[in-house]
């Protein structure tokens, strides 16, 4: 009886809600020639509107497949969203499709017609230029208004019966749908809870599926994504149900049921967001650490008075020293500037045989910091007379130099390159720091950092002078080799343990 008790009102509460299907349509997407974002914007939309996205499918320019589509959606779900196929050429048939899926004629509808002469000019009803305004006899038109003018949008939404058919462009379908959500909204709203959990899926199972069963009767759904990139947690478990209570309750279960700080706590999804506000007010610095920021950020401003923002660039490799100076860098320029940076030159020297870890950090660092990389192969002197050569507008760069580096007991926060050397002003912020302030630093404020560091490396070159560092080496329970990571390192006189 408890078993049949509990399935019904699960039921009963996936009924409630109101579903969706998504049709993405192109031979592109198919054959790989077009990236389909269209599907995720769309689930995510829905699914914060209220709505239960139950099924997305591909298919290609085929109108009777199309059709078929069409129609079998139109009658399992409340609501249908197709993408794509909307256009004056040959292979554009949405409309067609859809007005074989409900036995429906194409017609000229009046405003499509007035809205393709203007557009496109004069052309017969057969022809390309006319060809979007042929739509199914009793499709209804929807024009989204844009939120910043309060002027509708050019071209409509086209909808019959239960189906919207928005086009492929991701822009155009982005801001149709969201000036049209109100059509398609549901009352219904999802409670949802995140966990992020350090120990990976295997080690986190029976708790999951145990909290499940347990709270399956009042329509709690959990679910986990493992991710094995995050520096900071194994695998991420969202609980959702339409009752607040229901998914904080199934919420504590698991916190309760897993070992002690299994759960990451503090964590920021997209630290750059934040522009600058958790390096000056973060509230869990420790008094020496805050004060060894504060210091830091006072000369990254002092050079941006003594230079302009094209005379400057930050030395980034990839490295955790680094990664801290781009973040306090940044942090900066977000307060100086009152907006994000945008396009702040980086020069990375990068090494003969880099780690591919370290190249896919790099590519991401680029686009979260929106930065213009300068890269140079090969030695330091010889990489800063190709960056005099090729960038000579620049003279400062920030560093992330740590006095305890070698041959830097002797640097200062501003300090001229050597004789010999080209012409540079060193900008050192974090001469002062130490190893655990970085890792202490770069930890605190959930940033991103090359994974290498979670593999027991604790100072990084290229693959022919760099190997994990022994100190870090252990036995894990099932007898086999492993390596901590390095901000567990007690002792940093051992950083560069595994530098050849």
Request: charge should be negative; aromatic fraction near 10%; charged fraction near 25%.
């Amino acid at each position: 009886m408890t078993l049949l008790r509990r399935n019904s009102s699960v039921k009963s509460i996936l009924e409630m809600a109101k579903t969706a299907g998504i049709i993405i349509i192109g031979d592109e997407i198919l054959k790989g020639h077009t990236q389909d974002t269209n599907s995720f914007f769309l689930s995510k939309l829905l699914h914060t509107s209220g709505l239960v996205v139950k099924r997305t499918t591909i298919i290609g320019d085929d109108i009777d497949e199309i059709a078929h589509e069409m129609r079998v959606f139109a009658e399992k779900y409340d609501y249908v969203f197709t993408s794509g196929g909307i256009g004056p050429t040959h292979d554009d048939k949405t409309f067609d499709a859809a007005a074989v899926a409900f036995n429906e004629k194409l017609c000229p509808n009046e405003t499509m017609v007035g809205l393709c002469k203007k557009y496109f000019g004069e052309g017969p009803m057969d022809s390309p230029k006319m060809k979007m305004a042929l739509i199914p006899e009793s499709a209804v038109l929807h024009f989204g208004v844009d939120p910043n003018s309060g002027e509708s949008y050019k071209y409509p939404l086209v909808a019959i019966r239960n189906m919207f058919m928005f086009p492929g462009i991701p822009t155009l379908l982005e801001k149709q749908a969201k000036s049209l959500i109100h059509l398609f909204e549901s009352n219904d709203e999802f409670a949802v809870e995140r966990l992020l959990i350090k120990e990976g899926e295997i080690a986190i199972a029976d708790v999951l599926r145990s909290c499940q069963d347990k709270f399956s009767a009042s329509g709690v759904s959990v679910g986990s994504y493992p991710d094995i990139t995050n520096n900071y947690y194994k695998v991420k478990v969202i609980i959702e149900s339409k009752h607040s209570d229901a998914s904080q309750a199934a919420k504590e279960y698991i916190v309760n049921s897993l070992p002690q700080k299994a759960v990451v706590e503090h964590y920021v999804e997209n630290p750059v967001t934040l522009q600058g506000d958790d390096v000056y007010r973060c509230p869990r610095f420790p008094t020496n650490l805050r004060n060894k920021v504060d210091k830091s950020i006072d000369i990254i401003k002092e050079s941006l008075g003594r230079y302009k923002m094209h005379q400057l660039c930050v030395a980034f490799n990839g490295g955790k020293d680094c990664t801290a100076l781009l973040h306090l860098v940044y942090a900066v320029l977000c307060k100086e500037l009152k907006e994000s940076p945008n396009s702040m030159s980086c020069l990375y020297i990068k090494y003969v045989n880099p780690f591919e870890e370290i190249e896919n950090f790099m590519e991401k660092s680029v686009t979260t910091y929106r930065l213009d990389l300068i890269s140079v192969e090969g030695k330091v002197k010889e990489a800063l007379k190709t960056l005099k050569s090729d960038r000579p507008q620049i003279t400062g760069i920030f560093m992330g130099t740590r006095s305890t580096d070698p041959y830097s007991s002797n640097l200062e926060s501003f300090s001229p390159t050597d004789p010999g050397w080209p012409d540079y002003m060193r900008i050192n912020p974090l001469l002062e720091w130490t190893y655990h302030d970085v890792w202490e630093f770069v930890r605190i404020l959930s940033l991103p950092y090359c994974m290498l560091y979670d593999l027991g490396y604790t100072s990084l070159g290229g693959r022919e002078n760099t190997k994990k560092n022994e100190k870090l080496k252990y036995i894990n329970e099932n007898k086999v080799v492993s390596y901590r990571p390095a901000y567990t390192l007690q002792d940093e006189k051992f950083e560069r343990n595994g530098r050849l």
